[in-house]
């Protein structure tokens, strides 16, 4: 059991009680003292057990049971400095928190500079710990407007306060966890400093947990077709950051804002941005401004992103950061974590099933790296994990999963424990017959089969798909082998005539 003693009790030392009555509830002790006969009373009709007596008096300390925390917490810095030099000698063993008020209001017009240095001089020799308000208001004041995170916060929020009219935030096309939580986060912001917003995406939300996630937070996201007038005054990307690259908007479309984790693939060109690659979800760039922003984060909003981070990390293993844990801790404690296991739990479509079966049959291995067809595919969202099972396979570190759907070929990879930088090496095989990126652990392409839209029989459909797989899988392997950054030459003529690009 711990005991835990206040000492006098400020406008400080009340918000820390706020904070006590439950903590000593589950393992331990609370009692205040102060001489402020009518806080006492308003302690005790808070249930906070409160005595009003002097708490620098000597015999009221000694016949107390001695305490294992005390905090000393009274708005008068050098009445503070006599309890706590009382205080340690009557209970030695404790752990003492002391506060040193600022001047305005611990010591008023004749308190000098001087005096205060020496008063608190003396709380540091005897106190374990002292909060010195003018030392942490100073720290806070440049934390909040000098630091990188600061300009960024504070450009983004000038930003956001410049637009008029509605302002649509892009995930990418089939939205991940991580850019619907960002989405859904960017909005928020908007709408905090009176701007209205909507998270938007193209595609589908195939996937079964992603599905779980929207339907079980409730989270408001618009679905936008093709012919659907862009009826926004400002467009934001989120997880990606251009416009007609992994999203369907037109390329030329002005972007006021883009934030985004992953590399970029060429000029991003945008009224603001923020590209962090060493971070491991954008979820946790947008848990930070929220923070920065001071805004009270919903059990639903921290359920998404702290899911969206999760996901990208791969449960906090592939490339994280410290900034990735520090949001999670800060999401914690508001997020619904049966919520979440539910999301993580979903019911397994048995399509997936599907396409993770014909992944792990249809596989090609060479060394160390695994190249599979999922053949026809009913939804990307599978690829993915029918990469990240065969890279549970003994002496893999490098799989490629792909499969098609219509006139598209969808391509997945994942490595682990291997020097190969997967977003590197899928640009290098596929940037110039489709579209390529990702990070060193994990990437993804796309490339459209020029051919398939004239083929009249099943027979020539299986032979063209052939062609495919075959160009698909030794323009990986090549572009493994003689990485980095040299892009590959196998298959040109053929890949000129499936994909319908000029490799010259």
């Known amino acids: ?56 008096d000597r015999t ?19 009445r503070n400095r006599k309890v706590a030099e009382t205080i340690t000698t009557v209970a030695p ?7 040193a008020p600022g001047p305005s209001t611990g010591g008023g017009d004749s308190e000098t500079a001087a005096s205060r240095e020496a008063d608190v001089t003396a709380l540091e020799r005897t106190a374990t710990t002292v909060i010195d308000s003018t030392d942490l208001l100073a720290r806070w004041i440049l ?18 306060c410049s637009i008029e009219g509605t302002l649509a935030v892009f995930a990418h096309d089939n939205p991940d966890p991580d850019a619907i939580a960002s989405a859904i986060a960017l909005a928020e912001l908007a709408e905090s400093v009176g701007v209205d917003a909507e998270a938007c995406y193209y595609g589908d939300i195939s996937h079964q947990e992603n ?57 991003v060109a945008a009224g603001f941005y923020d590209l962090r690659e060493r971070i491991g979800a954008t979820s946790t760039m947008l848990t930070g401004y929220l923070d ?56 397994v479509d048995p399509d997936v099933l599907d396409t993770v079966a014909r992944a ?40 490629l999963v792909f499969g098609f759907d219509d006139e598209m070929v969808f391509i997945s990879a994942r490595s682990r424990g291997s020097d190969i930088d997967l977003g590197e090496v899928l640009r290098d095989a596929y940037d110039q017959i489709g579209s390529a990126g990702g990070h060193a652990n994990m990437a993804g ?4 089969i020029g051919v398939l839209g004239g083929t009249e029989t099943a027979a020539e459909l299986e032979s063209i798909l052939s062609v495919v797989e075959e160009v698909i899988t030794d323009r990986f392997f090549e572009a493994i082998e003689t990485r980095p950054g040299a892009a590959v030459g196998l298959y040109s003529q053929t890949s000129q005539v499936l994909f319908g690009t000029d490799e010259s």
């Open 1 to 56: 059991m711990v005991f835990r003693l206040v000492l006098g009790c400020g406008g400080v030392g009340g918000r820390v009680i706020e904070g006590l009555p439950a903590l000593a509830a589950m393992d331990g002790e609370l009692l205040v003292l102060t001489e402020d006969g009518d806080l006492v009373e308003t302690l005790r009709e808070d249930n906070v057990p409160a005595r009003c007596l002097d708490p620098c």
């Open 60 to 78: 009221v300390l000694e016949s107390l049971e001695e305490p294992d925390v005390v905090f000393v917490a009274s708005d008068e810095l050098g």
């Open 93 to 99: 063993d404790a752990t003492v928190i002391a506060y």
């Open 143 to 160: 934390e909040r407007s000098t630091t990188p995170a600061a300009r960024r916060a504070i450009t983004l929020r000038k930003k956001l």
């Open 211 to 267: 599905r779980a996630m929207v339907n079980l937070l409730d989270l408001d996201l618009r679905a936008l077709d093709l012919d659907d007038p862009l009826e926004y005054e400002a467009f934001a990307l989120v997880d990606h950051s251009r416009p007609g690259v992994n999203d369907q908007l037109p390329a030329e479309l002005p972007i006021d804002i883009v934030i985004d984790h992953h590399p970029p693939r060429g000029p």
């Open 292 to 347: 920065w922003f001071d805004l009270d984060i919903s059990w639903t909003t921290a359920t998404a992103l702290l899911y969206g981070i999760r996901v990208d990390t791969n449960d906090f293993t592939r490339e994280v950061s410290s900034e990735d844990f520090e949001a999670a801790a800060t999401l914690w404690p508001s997020a619904d974590l049966d919520i979440l296991l539910r999301i993580e739990q979903p019911t």
């Open 360 to 399: 792990i049959k249809n596989r090609t291995r060479r060394d160390s790296v695994v190249v599979a067809s999922a053949g026809e595919i009913p939804t990307r969202d599978a690829l993915p994990q029918a990469a990240d099972q065969l890279l549970a396979m003994e002496g893999i570190d490098t799989t």
């Open 445 to 448: 392409a796309q490339l459209e």
